[in-house]
């Protein structure tokens, strides 16, 4: 096992108020180590390092002893006689029972890593299945944006949650298929290293699409090792990874190289002919002051073919099966570069500086046919969406804690803008990919959101008291390319979200806490222009009451009640190029989970979530919200370094649900079970990995549809959906080096 050195450097001060220790916790190579425990033994005192591994103490004096402990590391002890010490840690397993529950807004995060260290993922989806009750659904040959569903929201692909990579935003504005686009496979799951989630609207550094909560990933700093893959399966299937350390292993500075190559054809009677490359470079280096800089690189590209979604009523006719098509001219193209740097200085003991910013050049075109001969009975119904698009942006966050008297408080300022710049969005009536029928939609799009927000804490002990506001202003330009007339059509908005919160943490075990906040997600350009700049951004007013305990020092178990409000709005339907009303909304549940480790090998994992969602407005009967997840449930066994041997066992269930506001057409739930094993032998680790073990045959998405076959007089509305993959066999070998 490799040894890491921790280097922990204490500054001893004197001050009217008493005797305070300042120190950092660091890595061997230099690098902070965030959220480490450090407590003083004989005053019964502790403190937690924040990012830079930086962490002070009040009632402290020379000959105390600290106990210095984080994930990852085995525990160590120093007694502070001089004001510089330098403490050696091994590198240790994971174990549950050191997990020491944060006294912060973000204190879920906990669960995220005690997952990705459990079960770490080994596909796109898997990234945002980490988040408890998060679940996607994939309905346009693996290329397009999954489909979300969280906290009784169908997601579609991104309205109601904010998605980031390294503090660069996922989700995409004004989207040519839809609001809020989040497209995340251009991320490497072996290049993940932290998930940071919030649920709710209570964070003040979250903004557009923050309604059902955040996911921000966090790529790695540097690579250990370098290694290759490749990984083979059913239905011609092909991928291959390759990780690179460039630098070494350098104390004060790294870089790295990520790709990863698929092909697939599916298990679709249509061969799906899909193709992904990924490119990732990075550059991380700590520098003298003590601050970190990355930059990142990254290059996403990929082509598929769809079968699009089969209506019901041809499969139980037995004319197609499950797998087969309608419309098999579906699929599309889509690629993205990003580059992104990220600066985190610190200015002194008690002041810090985080800043970041980005540039992404983003392309897009999708063909469709969800209604198959419903409005052109000769041609079809198919469509093309087309856009490209700038993207620009940056955030800065000063940090500032203040300890006097008995003053203990925690300031954030924030600043930060966004623009984006689309050209020759498009909405088209096309036949086969080939012919263009009808341009129906095509304008240029430029919106910009310019953000401020001041986040505080004030620590009373073991309460937090956690009151923020946030401002958001918004324009939106709209050039209306069909018009005869050429104009720029504009409109802003201005909205104010305040938050408040309140953490109270009894001790390392046990935290309650009750969350409250104004939230929004912006709606379309062409929905602004339209509608004359009004409800643009519909407010969402939620809470939540819940905790967080360990109840055994190998358990842990989290729990909260929950209440969302969404305000009226209208929704820009990109795959129809109109304009819907959707009233107010109110959605109220209960998510319960727990992490369990059996002994050193064995991690149990269980989430379960309940949702009651509905409309307003509409009358008893008729207020359902169509594809709202009532019930949902995933859970698992996970086994770690038994003879070299890794693995698991995990299932998700998603409950039935109604797919129309009168819950008469209803969406089947589905029990899924996968499957893993890898063996490790020196440099080589062999896996196997089984989708959907049982084989069972399920339906990944699913919408009710009003659609016209060619043959048929009339139209019929029913379940139209996406196959779910059935029994899946994957093979790997990894060299690492």
Known sequence: MKTLFINLILFLTVSTYGQIIKGRVLDTDGNPIENA?????????????????????????QGNVLQISALGYKKATYTLTISEALIVLQEDSFRLNEVVIQPKLSAMNVISKIDLQTTPVNSSQEILRKVPGLFIGQHAGGGKAEQLFLRGFDIDHGTDIAISVDGMPVNMVSHAHGQGYADLHFVIPETVEKIDFGKGTYYANKGDFATAGYVAFATKQKLEKSSIGIEVGQFNTLRTVGLFNLLGNQKKQSAYLATEYILTDGPFDAPQNFNRVNVLGK????????????????????????????????????????????????????????????????????????????????????????????????????????????????????????????????????????????????????????????????????????????????????????????????????????????????????????????????????????????????????????????????????????????????????????YLYLEQEFVYVGDAGIIEPSGKSKRMGIDVGLRYQLNDYLFLDSDANYTYARSIDAPKGQDYIPLAPDFTATGGLSFQKINGFSGGLHYRYLKNRPANEDNSIVANGYCVTDFNINYTHKSLIYGLSIANLFNTAWKETQFATESRLQNEPTSVTEIHFTPGTPFFLKGKVTYTF
């Open 37 to 61: 425990y450090v407590s003083n033994t004989n005053s019964q005192s502790h403190a937690h390092t924040n990012e830079f591994g930086q962490f002070s103490m009040a009632q402290s004096a």
């Open 283 to 562: 550059y991380a280096a700590i520098l003298d002051d003590g601050s970190t800089f990355s930059v990142s690189v990254s290059r996403f590209a990929s082509r598929w073919d769809a079968s699009g979604q089969v209506p019901q009523r041809l499969v139980n006719a037995g004319i197609i099966s499950r797998f087969g098509s309608v419309d098999a001219t579906e699929g599309g193209t889509t690629s993205r570069t990003n580059f992104n740097a990220v600066l985190n200085k610190p200015i002194n003991e008690n002041t810090f500086l985080k800043t970041s910013a980005f540039y992404t050049k983003y392309e897009f075109e999708l063909y469709s046919n969800f209604t198959f001969f419903l409005e052109d009975p000769n041609n079809g119904d198919q469509i093309r969406q087309k856009e490209n698009r700038n993207t620009y942006g940056m955030s800065s966050e000063l940090n500032k804690k203040i300890k006097q008297d008995h003053l203990d408080l925690g300031l954030q300022f924030g600043i930060g803008f966004r623009a984006d710049a689309t050209t020759d969005t498009e909405l088209s009536h096309t036949l086969h990919r080939q012919t263009t029928l009808q341009t129906l939609k095509l304008g240029d799009i430029e919106e910009s959101n310019v953000f401020s927000y001041v986040n505080s804490e004030f620590n009373l002990g073991k309460l937090i008291i956690n009151p923020a506001l946030r401002v958001d202003y918004f324009k939106f330009n709209y050039t209306d390319k069909i018009s005869t007339d050429f104009r720029t059509q504009s409109e802003s908005k201005v909205k104010f979200s305040p938050k408040l919160n309140f953490i109270y943490t009894a001790n390392n075990s046990l935290q309650f806490f009750v969350k409250s906040g104004f939230g929004f997600h912006s709606n379309d350009a062409r929905v602004v222009v339209q509608n004359g700049g009004k409800q643009i951004l519909p407010t969402a007013i939620g809470t939540d009451v819940g905790t967080i305990f360990k109840p055994f020092p190998n358990l842990i178990v989290n729990a909260a009640l929950w």
